[in-house]
Every structure is written in structure tokens, then in C-alpha cells.
T-cell receptor, first 114, second 113 residues
């Protein structure tokens, strides 16, 4: 099973509506990253959350980290067509020597209809 | 500051061939990671290099290999290509190996016929 489960898998909203995407980890979360990807392109970094209870905002996007629930949520307020894309959450998994690798959820595809 | 640059953007190969993909990290970044993205498996970690040494490796067969040069540029090589290797290959760079944001390139789309 996937270490990071994202829900929903896809979302279609009307422009101006609010929406929330969730990311749940099966392992302890030490930090979580949110990225956005346009189809077939690279990932654009959105936010990094490192502490339980941490909340960060950038323009109309807010992300929160709940360490106890091993969960993070991404909330978009007053969605716009420019918000459309695939949102991926990633979590760091540490290895010996401090090296990290990121594991990712399968993504949430967001469509915003004008 | 220029972002992560991957070349080529698109590649078409046939089964059995080998391929080399290139990644130039953001200036000053010393860690480079490679990922494979497919519709079925999503984004999967291949390996990470720091200071020309492989520091971390994912669960991929030995046909997948990589290296990093003294200027931090990295290459990955896939030998004896299989149809299932068709994917978007993404490279990411970061300042160091831990607790650092990874910045991704636009990727190389590999199609194996």
C-alpha cells in the first residue's frame, strides 16, 4: 500500500469555490512538502511543513500539518483556473548519514471550471 | 538564478537500447535526486547523489545507474531498455542532503517502443 494516501484522487470545482486536499501518512511524519505539477512537466514547490500544528499560507493556498493524525491538508480559497493541476504531497524518509529521500502520494488532479 | 535543467526533454528509443539523461542543478546546489513518474506507480525515487557519491538508492534494477560530476551535474543511464521504462524522469536539486527543499526540473519524457 501507498505510504502517502491523497484524497480525493480528482476534484472538479467551479471557479471561486474553496477546496481541500488531504494527505495521510502510514508512517510518522517528520516533515511534509506540497508540490504542484502541470501535466507532463516538473514539480513546482509550494510549501514545506516541519512541525506539528504548523500552518503556512501563500497567496490563496494554506497548508497545515497535524503530526498526531499523521496528516496534512491543503486548502485553496476562491479557486481560479490558474490553480488547476496535480497537487502532490511528499514526505522525507531519512536514511543513515542524514541523507533523505522523498516519497510521494499519487497526487490529486484539480480542475477549475470558469 | 537558473533553475534545474534537464536534457533532452523528449526521447524515443527502442527496446534493448540504452539511454543517458542529463541534469544540471541550480547553481550552488550539491545534491541531485532522480525520480521516475508513471501513471500507474506515480513518482518513485531512483537515487540521490551528493559530492559525487551515491547517498541513497530506491528499489530499481541495476539497469538504472547514475553518476555525479565534480560540478554537481548528474547523469542517469538506463541500459537494455524495456517497454515499462517509458516514463517521465525528473531530476531535483537541493543545497544538501537533509531537510532541504528539492527543486525539480521539467523532466525528460522517455518513450520506449
Amino acid at each position: 500500500s501507498q505510504e502517502l494516501e491523497q484524497s480525493p484522487q480528482s476534484l472538479i470545482v467551479q471557479e471561486g469555490k474553496n477546496l481541500t486536499i488531504n494527505c495521510t501518512s502510514s508512517k510518522t511524519l517528520y516533515g511534509l512538502y506540497w508540490y504542484k505539477q502541470k501535466y507532463g512537466e516538473g514539480l513546482i514547490f509550494l510549501m514545506m511543513l516541519q512541525k506539528g500544528g504548523e500552518e503556512k499560507s501563500h497567496e490563496k493556498i494554506t497548508a497545515k500539518l497535524d503530526e498526531k493524525k499523521q496528516q496534512s491538508s491543503l486548502h485553496i480559497t476562491a479557486s481560479q483556473p490558474s490553480h488547476a493541476g496535480i497537487y502532490l504531497c511528499g514526505a522525507a524518509r531519512s536514511r543513515q548519514g542524514g541523507s533523505e529521500k522523498l516519497v510521494f502520494g499519487k497526487g490529486t488532479k484539480l480542475t477549475v471550471n470558469p | 538564478k537558473a533553475g534545474v535543467t534537464q536534457t533532452p526533454r523528449y526521447l524515443i528509443k527502442t527496446r534493448g537500447q540504452q539511454v543517458t539523461l542529463s541534469c544540471s542543478p541550480i547553481s550552488g546546489h550539491r545534491s541531485v535526486s532522480w525520480y521516475q513518474q508513471t501513471p500507474g506507480q506515480g513518482l518513485q525515487f531512483l537515487f540521490e547523489y551528493f559530492s559525487e557519491t551515491q547517498r541513497n538508492k530506491g528499489n530499481f534494477p541495476g539497469r538504472f545507474s547514475g553518476r555525479q560530476f565534480s560540478n554537481s551535474r548528474s547523469e542517469m543511464n538506463v541500459s537494455t531498455l524495456e517497454l515499462g521504462d517509458s516514463a517521465l524522469y525528473l531530476c531535483a536539486s537541493s543545497l544538501s542532503v537533509a531537510k532541504n527543499i528539492q527543486y525539480f526540473g521539467a523532466g525528460t519524457r522517455l518513450s520506449v517502443l
